[in-house]
Each structure stands twice: as C-alpha cells, then as structure tokens.
C-alpha cells in the first residue's frame, strides 16, 4: 500500500467526521476518504442563484442537535451556532383558520383548543408523559447500539415511563394519533410533526416504529434548530475538530475496492489506482449496496450475509425541491386566527383532510407524479437573516415524487417547470404574498439531480435506507458485518438516516472496544438509562 494509517472511513459526511475525530483523539492515524471535493454530504449550504441568497438543498432543520453527545465532547459550541425557533410547526387552512406548535405548553394547548378541547387536553397529558420519555429513554436509545427486543421490553416494562413508552411502541402512528385526537386539522399537524424532516413519510405513520416515533408528536422540550449560517457550518465545524484532532482529510478520493485479505479487510484501492492500506479497520459511511455489491464484491460474502444486502430496503419516494429567493418572506392566511402563523420554523401546506394527504402518497406509490399537491415548507431566514442580503429572504418547499416517474428517473427533468408551477400555484392559497414580483429566483432540485450527486441515496433515498419498523432498532442493518475489522457506520444503521451523528458516535464507541482502547468520552448507556427511569417516581 502507497499510504497507510490505523482507520480508513469512506465517506465525509457527519458520521464519517464524527467517528474519525473521535478516534483521531484516541492516538490512532485515522483517514477519511471522499469522493467529492466538498466534504459534508447532506450538510450543505450553496448559492444556485443570485449571490447572497443561501439555500439549503438537504437538510435544513437539525433535530434537537445541541443536546447530542458529540456536539457536546467535541466542543462545537464554540464554532457552530444554533437558532432555537420558538415556533416549531404551524399549519394555515383555506378558511383561514391556523393551528401553531410552539415551545410553550399553554400556547401550544390554547392553539389546539381552538378546534377542540378534548383534544387540547390529551396533548397536554401526553406532552408530560412524551417529555419523560424523551428525557429519561429516548435520545439514550438515539445514541446507544440497540438492545435486543427480550432486553429491551424487559428493562422497559419496570418504570411508569417505560410503560407508557411500550404503549406508544404498540401503535401505528396513524393508528395511535386518530385514536387520541377527534379533529383533523390537529391529526394532521400531529402525523406532520412527529414524521422525519417535518415531511409526512407514508411509511413512518402506518407501520408500527420500533424507535418509538410518536413520542416527537407530543414532545415539546427536544425539536428542530437552524445552524446559523447554513447547514454546511456544521460540516465545517465537523471538519474543523477532525483536523485539529490530528486526522488526515483526503478528497476526491473515489474508493473503487475495500481490499478483503483473508476475510480481513486490510484498506482500500481508489479509482485513479491509489492504494491506502489500513492497519485497524475500515469504515464505510455510504449505502448498503454500493459497500457491499461495488466495494467489497458478492464474491466475498455468504450467501446469508448477500441476501440481508439484498433485502435492505429504500425508503420509495424522493422530495422535489423548489429553493425560493424572495424580497420579502411568505405571509401565511390565518394570521387574524393565530398571529404566530408567520413565525413558525416547517408549514404543513395542502393537505386540508387525511383524504388528500393519503391520496397524495397512494399516486406516488404507484409511481405518478401526484395531481394532489402536499408539501412541507418553511422560510429559516427569518431566524438566521445571515442566510439572505439584507431585508430580502429565502424560502423552501419540499414535494413527494417518485423516483422514477412513469419507470424513467430522468423523465421529471424535462417536467421541473410544470411541477413548480403546479407547487406555487397551490402555496399562494395559503401565502399570497408569493407573488412574480416577490419572487427574485426560483432554483428546483429534483430526485435525478440529487441521486446523480449523491449516489449514496439510492433511487432517490434522502435518508440512505427505509425506516421501516423491520429494519429499525434490533433490526437495524448492523454495525459489524462478516468481514473482519469492516464495519458500517451510516444512514443504513441505526439511528438511521438524518442528521444525528448517531451512527458515528455509537461506532466509535464499537471499534474503541474492538481494538481495546479505553475511550475518552463517557459514552451513552442505554441500560443505565432505563435503570434510573425505574427508580424515579411513578
């Protein structure tokens, strides 16, 4: 091998720069390889349009990423700033009636309240008992390789908090949500709050979650944050603490091979014929086929182990993204009814019946870009103007498509116009305001675009891998495989795809283990958790 070092990981994004500092700071000479010239993955911030107008084309809102472990050990605080909004998810209807989540529990209750009472209560009784989960079990499990299922119902089943959890387990979440609330409109909003990226995911509402989803329905202490200056600043920061931890940032570094010697996996060979080598292990941060199909070859794997790669399932839907630069932000109709409708971080726009939402997911199921028209959208500038000129704004909104509509991924390249007029057309209902002459650019980013850049998500997959009850929690792909010293260590295991850090945290931890170093950190102990939740008062 031309190079050498103790850890080679494939992949910059979060988990890559998390895991490689983490380990760096242990003493080993650690390597991360990326493909592209940026590093960051879906950690970014770019100007497709006019100079100073900042979009976001991946992820946008980080969920409760201040409080994590790893934002915490690796001092981020001190280079990357959040924005906590007060207004967390809100909700404009054709009759001019609004429903807003805030951080405040009254002002949350009296918002839904406003449609009905009953329903009002059953939040503020759940919000509690979400709260303690959350805190006492939740994120514990966020950042702690699963327990099995006996264990974990086990250790569960002895706390009040844990019981309540084990119930919310049982549910659907659409099952749960239509059982506890008696108005739509709130049964929407709730389905929009507790679904991942605040983008109503079929799948994540009508299959039972293992990771116990519907706790973030009625939680109101951990929710979304904008990273100031733009997602991307997280990805510097990241980086950032990976130099200064002594690691080796190596890019434009398109791995070809992951050499197996042995059963050992033992480094890499790039595609302009560079070979690392590395000495502890290998890491990959990308997608489940392309580590094991491309990377490291059917020919060296079990027929077992091929047909768990083989098995692993996409999430089957893209987002059509259309990137707004604006004179001024979007004015939402019901702000007579709630004034907070204009201050909210995601909107959920379209979708006025469960009918419409469902029937939307149903068309893209069945491969058609949808006639119904549902989105997720929000304008962040309002919370960091950093991220637009002076008095101007930027603004988003994120549309469920097929992948490959009609069977053809390149196919909805040629119908960008069409869909982000058929898209405006149904915002201005609900913001007027959105008019041709607010409107200074318009930048859409389709599932063909995003795929082609990122090949990782496969067949439009923005998360890496479905989170489908069957391949979530102890049914996580898995961290270590069969190939001695490789491990995964992204979206395809658990936590899951996002912005987490959770998969490289929780490895760091697995291969500090493996190789008998004693970590610097004091890791999450998820059993520890749940022991003290039994010891609280009921």
């Known amino acids: 091998m031309s190079e050498s070092y103790d850890g080679v990981i494939i992949g910059a994004g979060q988990h890559g720069l998390i895991l490689g500092t983490y380990l760096a700071k242990l003493g080993l000479k650690i390597a991360v390889l990326e493909r592209r010239l940026q590093f960051g993955g879906g950690l970014s911030t770019i100007e497709p349009g006019p100079p100073g107008f900042y979009q976001n084309p991946h992820s946008i809102n980080h969920f409760n990423i201040t409080n994590a472990p790893w934002f915490k050990d690796l001092g981020l605080s001190a280079t990357v700033n959040y924005v906590t909004p007060q207004y967390e998810f809100a909700q404009p209807h054709l009759d001019g009636s609004s429903l807003v989540i805030s951080r405040s529990l009254e002002e949350t209750v009296a918002s839904i309240a406003q449609f009905s009472k009953k329903d009002a209560e059953t939040f503020r009784d759940w919000n509690s008992r979400s ?148 000495r502890q292990f290998v890491a990959s941060c990308i997608d489940v086929p392309q580590t094991f199909n491309k990377l490291v070859g059917r020919d060296q794997m079990s027929t077992e182990y091929l047909t768990k790669v083989d098995n692993f399932k996409q999430t089957a839907w893209g987002l059509f993204g259309i990137h707004l630069a604006l004179n001024e932000a979007p004015r939402y109709i019901g702000s007579d009814f709630n004034p907070n409708i204009n201050h909210a971080l995601k909107y959920n726009v379209g979708a006025e019946t469960m009918e419409d939402l469902f029937g939307l997911h149903a068309q893209v199921a069945e491969g058609r870009v949808p006639d119904l028209v549902s989105f997720g959208t929000g304008h962040i500038t309002q919370f960091d103007p950093s991220q637009a000129p002076e008095g101007k704004s930027t603004a988003y909104a994120w549309y469920a498509v097929p992948y490959a509509p009609d069977g053809d991924p390149k196919s909805i390249m040629s119908r960008k116009d069409e869909i982000t007029t058929k898209v405006m057309d149904v915002w201005r209902q609900y913001a007027p305001n959105l008019t041709e002459d607010n409107i200074i650019d318009s930048w859409a980013y389709t599932p063909y675009e995003y795929t082609e850049e990122f090949p990782e998500m496969v067949n439009g997959d923005i998360f890496i891998g479905s989170f489908a009850g069957e391949q979530s929690m102890w049914n996580h792909f898995g961290y270590r495989t069969p190939i001695s010293n490789l491990y995964m260590a992204g979206s395809p295991t658990h936590p899951g795809g996002a912005i987490s850090g959770g998969a490289g945290y929780i490895v760091s931890q697995i291969i500090a283990d493996d190789l008998g170093l004693t970590p610097w950190w004091d890791p999450i102990d998820v059993r520890e958790a749940m022991k003290n939740a039994a010891e609280q008062a009921p």
């Open 131 to 278: 709260e303690k989960i959350s805190n006492a079990i939740f994120l514990a499990e966020r950042y702690s390789e699963p327990l099995s299922e006996l264990e974990r119902e086990e250790l569960l089943s002895k706390s009040a908090i844990g019981r309540d959890f084990l119930e919310i387990i049982e549910h659907q979440p659409l099952d749960l949500i239509k059982e506890m609330f008696e108005h739509e409109k709130v049964q929407l909003l709730m389905l929009f709050k507790l679904s991942l990226f605040g983008t109503v995911l079929y799948d994540s509402v009508t299959e039972k979650s293992p990771m116990g989803a519907a706790v973030r329905a009625f939680d109101l202490s951990a929710g979304y944050q904008v990273c100031v200056g733009g997602s991307w600043n997280l990805a510097r920061g990241l980086h950032e603490a990976f130099i200064r931890a002594g690691g080796t940032y190596i890019n434009k570094a398109e791995v070809s091979k992951i050499v197996v010697d042995g059963d050992k996996a033992t480094g890499v060979v790039l595609s302009d014929g560079r070979e690392i080598g590395a």
